[in-house]
């Protein structure tokens, strides 16, 4: 505060940015809590007993009241980020488990990852709260979209992968899984089936060696060198298919592997498909650490405001974005920022505002 000579002018600097009216704690502060939430898996009453040990009075009702309006600002980003990952041509999708409190115990939710790279291959990772894993969830995303869908053999993504939709591509990374724990009670005949796959694993590796990836040599290798391991592979599981009972462990996983054949090799038509499905896989296990740490979310709401957060947050992290810097920008920008320009503020493409 400044008073001019006279006496009579008072001058006052303005205040720090509130993310709202009469906000207590400053963008930074709200930042950090939903970033240790999400990527640090860290509960809130946690956070709100390592605040009070440095002196900072706050109670994890407090903390749980500052994610949740963190999340709802956020939640045109987030939403934002769905939409763009559904106009791209190649979308990986997974899928796990989310518990829920309800009257004397807690019920299973989804919490699903959809991810996909921008024309920069600057990686998108978007995640849907869901009340069940039917497949209304990937309609909500990827419905009247084309393209193709990496994914496992779940049921629930083939209301998109149809046609005139999404083409269906398969994991090699599941179909390993399946012949892996085959090994116990065929170990011959597992121990083959995998060398099989990492044949095909050792061509990826070549390509990713000599910066191949995604061309039209990636291509090449994959029309030749692959598809002749691929060959070998379908003839022999149609040849193994029939020395094992069907319901044995070998059987299942040489008839989920044949079952999806079609989608298993439609990678050999396209140098930017991964072989597997492993990026989906990963981007869950944050929420793998959350179900030990944090065991469940309130309620459908909370689900949500979880998962806006997880999208922003992984996104963040994938482009090499520290995430508390993000969003402590984003916190008071987004809220008048043009919605014309609101890719401007995604995790991937976001620049720090010359006044933060």
């Known amino acids: 505060m400044l008073r001019c000579r006279c006496g009579e002018t008072i001058i006052t600097a303005d205040g720090p940015a509130r993310v709202y009216d009469r906000a207590r704690f400053g963008p930074t502060f709200m930042a950090q809590v939903a970033v240790s939430k999400c990527a640090d898996a860290l509960p809130l009453y946690r956070q709100a007993k390592a605040y009070r040990r440095v002196g900072v009075q706050v109670d994890d009702s407090t903390l749980g009241d500052l994610f949740r309006r963190t999340a709802e600002i956020t939640r045109p980003l987030a939403d934002r ?31 699903w990852s959809f991810i996909a790279r921008d024309e920069a291959e600057k990686e998108i990772i978007g995640y849907v709260f869901s009340r069940s894993r039917s497949g209304e969830t990937p309609v909500r995303v ?16 083939n209301q998109v992968t149809v046609p005139g939709g999404r083409e269906r591509a398969g994991c090699f990374a599941h179909v390993r899984r399946k012949f892996f724990d085959a090994q116990s009670t065929a170990p011959e005949a597992a121990k083959q089936a995998i060398e099989y796959i990492h044949d095909l694993y050792r061509i990826e590796r070549a390509a990713l060696d000599e910066a191949l990836l995604g061309t039209p040599e990636h291509l090449h290798m994959r029309r030749t060198e692959s598809a002749v391991i691929i060959e070998a592979f379908k003839a022999w599981l149609d040849v193994e298919r029939e020395q094992h009972p069907p319901k044995s462990p070998i059987g299942e996983a ?8 079609d989608a298993l090799t439609l990678f050999l038509t396209d140098p930017h498909l991964p072989i597997d499905n492993n990026a989906s896989e990963r981007a869950l296990r944050v929420a793998a650490l959350g179900r030990k740490n944090f065991l469940f979310v309130g309620n459908d709401e909370a689900g949500e405001n979880l998962a806006g957060l997880y999208s922003l947050i992984a996104t963040c992290e994938a482009n090499g974005v520290n995430p508390v810097d993000y969003l402590a920008d984003v916190l008071i920008r987004v809220q008048t920022h043009p919605a014309s320009r609101i890719d401007e503020l995604l995790p991937h493409n976001w620049r720090r505002s010359d006044t933060s």
């Open 142 to 157: 990827l419905a009247d979209t084309i393209g193709k869908l990496l994914v496992d053999g779940y049921q629930g993504y």
């Open 254 to 261: 040489i008839r989920y592997t044949l079952g999806q054949w």
């Open 81 to 111: 980020l769905l939409e763009l990952i559904a106009e791209k041509k190649i979308v990986l999708a997974d899928e796990t488990t989310q518990r829920v409190q309800a009257k004397g115990k807690t019920r299973t939710a989804w919490l």
